[in-house]
């Protein structure tokens, strides 16, 4: 999508900034310095190329170190504290010690150019939070550069999927450039290996805005026994291509809310305006709507209505990677390319494997219609904006909403 942060302590700050090139630097809230990436930036002249969201707060002295040397953040283990993933710790805090144990078959992650580090990036990452080996598979589609920014999408993406379904088999499908064509065929690539595997999902954080002719790309999307994934973008209220694909799980995003004793309070939309920073959503203007929003053909009209679902996604709320080629380390990230790969992990754990996404979201939908299972199976977000209000029901804004416990996904 356009773009994910990545939080850094100061040592990994000092590094991070010394060999990469950004775009300008913007001032936030408290002192955070905002770094776009140049290739997280979705240009309107390169037509057919796609962003990644991958833009960066820096926070020099403000990261409190982890009892497992990794910055306090949000993580696999506090997320599955959070939606009832795993057995309850009172407040879900950061610290969270409970692991998840689900997965099987496969996750693919499709991303583009080489992450050199991806196999220890990923151990690293599994070792510090208690987990076992990684069942982890890196697949070049082409022969595909190293880059910087993409590689911390990457370590993001393969981390947070394994951290869900630790299972599960792990493949990382590496473009040969971020071109249509390439990321199209990375895809297929992606889809074979999964089909192979007996089924699975695949996640996708990138994207670009939508534009005339994109369902002509819908079938790269079809694979028999593989739900995909793809994440809501990073503009508020804005909507893009995959994510307005009816044949793609749309991935919104949410800020995780902590009260002062550092315990979790609730979730909310993450954004405030329509355009500024904040998850993606709304209608599409060229997808029409597929039969599974039927029931929430009021709201949407005769449009594709996204996001689907949504999870963590917000920089304040930053979740935890390790990326040696992408940050130098430990790193924060925050974007819908958090919770894209966080939901496929999810959905995989569930362990149901629809034959399809269109079969996997009809019955979220279903759910989203069933007074009694809506409230058991997913968390209505009722606070906050991406532009579009948040509010009771399905919105713009977060869609369903957020999962609640491993069932009825």
Same mark, same amino acid.
């Given at each position: ?21 950004? $775009? ?6 408290d002192?955070?310095?905002? =770094?776009?990436?140049?290739?997280s %930036?979705?240009?309107?002249?390169? =037509? ?5 969201t991958?833009?960066?707060?820096? =926070?020099?002295? *403000? ?18 504290c ?7 710790? !009172? ?10 144990t689900?997965?099987? *078959? ?6 583009a ?33 190293a880059?910087q920014d993409?590689?911390?999408e990457?370590?993001l ?8 379904a ?14 249509? /064509? ?16 007996g089924g699975?999902?695949i ?9 005339s002719?994109?369902? /002509? ?12 994934? $793809?994440?809501s973008?990073d ?5 893009? &291509?995959?994510?307005? /694909? ?21 979730e909310t ?6 355009? $500024?920073?904040?998850?993606?959503g ?6 029409s709507?597929?039969?599974y929003?039927n029931v929430? !053909? ?17 920089? &304040? ?29 999810? %959905? ?5 494997f ?33 532009g &579009? ?10 869609? =369903?909403?957020?999962? *609640?416990?491993?069932?009825? !996904?």
């Open positions: 999508m356009r773009r994910s942060i990545a939080l850094l302590t100061i040592a990994a700050a000092a590094m991070f900034l010394g060999f990469a090139v950004y $775009a300008p630097v913007a001032m936030a809230e002192g955070i310095r905002v =770094i776009v990436p140049n290739s %930036i979705e240009h309107p002249e390169d =037509i057919g190329v796609r962003a990644h991958n833009y960066v707060f820096v =926070i020099p002295d *403000k990261v409190e170190i982890g009892p497992n040397g990794a910055p306090l953040g949000e993580n696999p283990l506090s997320l599955s959070i939606y009832h993933l795993v057995k309850q710790t !009172k407040g879900c805090p950061k610290t969270s010690t409970v692991l998840p689900g997965g099987t *078959k496969a996750i693919a992650l499709v991303d150019f080489d992450n050199p580090d991806a196999a220890t990036d990923i151990t690293t990452f599994a070792a510090a939070y208690g987990y076992g080996t990684p069942n982890f598979t890196k697949v070049k589609v082409g022969s595909p550069v880059n993409w590689a911390l990457e370590s993406d393969i981390e947070y999927a394994f951290g869900m630790p299972n599960a088999q792990i493949y990382l499908v590496e473009a040969n450039s971020n071109s249509n /064509s390439d990321l199209f065929a990375a895809e297929d690539k992606a889809t074979a290996l999964v089909q192979a595997a699975g999902e996640s996708n954080s990138w994207g670009e805005g939508e534009y002719g994109e369902n /002509s790309n819908d079938s790269h999307f079809k694979g028999s026994g593989v739900v995909y994934f $793809a994440s973008g503009t508020g209220g804005e909507v893009g &291509y995959p994510s307005a /694909s009816p044949y793609v799980v749309s991935a919104g995003g949410t800020t995780i809310v902590r009260k002062s004793n550092g315990y979790f309070e609730e939309g993450w954004g405030t305006t329509k355009g $500024a920073e904040g998850a993606g709304g209608p599409s203007t060229v997808e709507r597929p039969s929003q929430i !053909k009021s709201i949407v009209g005769s449009h594709r209505g996204t996001p689907d679902i949504s999870a963590e996604a917000s920089p &304040y709320s930053y979740v935890v990677i390790y990326s040696q080629y992408g940050c130098g380390g430990w790193c924060g990230v925050g974007g819908t390319s958090v919770s894209s790969p966080t939901l496929a992990g999810i %959905i995989n754990a569930a362990g149901e629809k034959t399809s996404t269109k079969a996997e979201l009809t019955q979220a939908y279903n759910e989203y219609n069933n007074a009694t299972k809506y409230p058991k199976f997913f968390t209505n977000v009722t606070a906050g904006s991406n &579009y209000a948040c509010a009771k029901g399905w919105t713009y804004c977060t869609g =369903i909403g957020s999962p *609640k416990t491993l069932k009825g !996904k």
